[in-house]
Nanobody
Framework: QVQLVESGGGSVQPGGSLRLSCAAS????????VGWHRQAPGKQRELVAG???????DYVDSVKGRFTISRDNAKNTVYLQMNSLQREDTAVYYC?????????????????WGQGTQVTVSS
């Protein structure tokens, strides 16, 4: 069984910070590319940050300079540090990852979505 679990969401005031985690577990060897997505009520899901297996990073313009994506390969975990949060950042945040199987219980690759974590920015 392979799982992708997000954590770290919550409620903060404008200008506050949160750090989201996306941890992969189970029959995997490593994580390749990962994207953090968000979906606000009544809006389409959008990709806000992505990181490749080699560490190449990209952000949507609205979060550049405020959000930082990073990864800890030893822990099979990817993080999203969110600073200077704005009301417009309120959404459910999801991670999506390409996972490499361990070759025993999981052969090849699998793409998974996490269950989502709520981020609410309000005063």
């Amino acid at each position: 069984q392979v799982q992708l679990v997000e954590s770290g969401g919550g409620s903060v005031q404008p200008g506050g910070s949160l750090r989201l985690s996306c941890a992969a577990s189970g029959s995997i060897k490593s994580i390749n590319a990962v994207g953090w997505h968000r979906q606000a009520p009544g809006k389409q899901r959008e990709l806000v940050a992505g990181i490749t297996s080699k560490g190449s990073i990209d952000y949507v313009d609205s979060v550049k300079g405020r959000f930082t994506i990073s990864r800890d390969n030893a822990k099979n975990t990817v993080y999203l540090q969110m600073n200077s949060l704005q009301r417009e950042d309120t959404a459910v945040y999801y991670c999506n990852a390409d996972l490499v199987g361990d070759g025993k219980n999981l052969v090849g690759f699998v793409n998974l979505w996490g269950q989502g974590t709520q981020v609410t920015v309000s005063s």
